[in-house]
């Protein structure tokens, strides 16, 4: 039962991640990029943890933090960037 | 008590990827950039905090072992989701709503994203850029 329900939060986050894709190429203004990079990473996140439980292994948990924290600072970063045309002033 | 974990795993599985589904769809329908910028930042959150919490139990269950790895990336999340929520509808502001389109906040001042040293009282701020040479004063 579980690893119908492990295939079915895979397919729904790959399907997922390539609607954030398809708005990362295709988007109406710059922020909506943005949105769909911090969207991605956070549906990154989910994938890698999934990945982890399918494999059975408590290794992937660092890679997961490491994307929370670098996701984090990137869109915030992205913000900053468009909000003041610099990041660190 | 084994088939009651497994269903609590599976169900919380199912719940997540159909909000992480539903977050991301979002991002694509919604129809302009404020409403858009709901759709991933809750229900994604959402989503990502069922899977989270369903291999934690996993592990628990399964392994033997209780690790509160996830429980760190979830409060991280939590954390940092209404702020990066935050500065996107900042910049959305910035670029797409001139100072005249806005209503007048309560109190003293103007809004905090047109007052900033660089000057945007006069709205249309993207268009102005693109003239002008940016930052010939930095």
Known sequence: ?89 | MELFWDILISALLVIGGIFGLVGSFGLVKLPDPMTRLHAPTKAATLGVGAILIASMVWFAVKQGHLTLHELMVTIFIFLTAPITAHFISKANIFRDWPAEKLPKPAGEGDWAVHTADADTSKGELAVDREKNIPHEND
């Not at chain 1, 911090?38 to 490491?66: C, H, K, P, Q, R």
């Open chain 1, 1 to 89: 039962m579980i690893t119908y329900a492990l295939i079915f939060a895979i397919a729904c986050y790959s399907l997922a991640l390539l609607f954030n894709l398809y708005r990362v190429v295709k988007a109406p203004g710059v922020t909506d990029r943005v949105l769909a990079l911090d969207t991605m990473a956070i549906n990154a996140i989910a994938m890698i943890v999934l990945f982890g439980i399918w494999e059975g292994t408590a290794l992937f948990f660092e890679a997961s933090i490491l994307y929370a924290m670098t996701g984090f600072v990137a869109t915030v970063s992205f913000a900053k960037f468009i909000l003041r045309g610099d990041i660190i002033e």
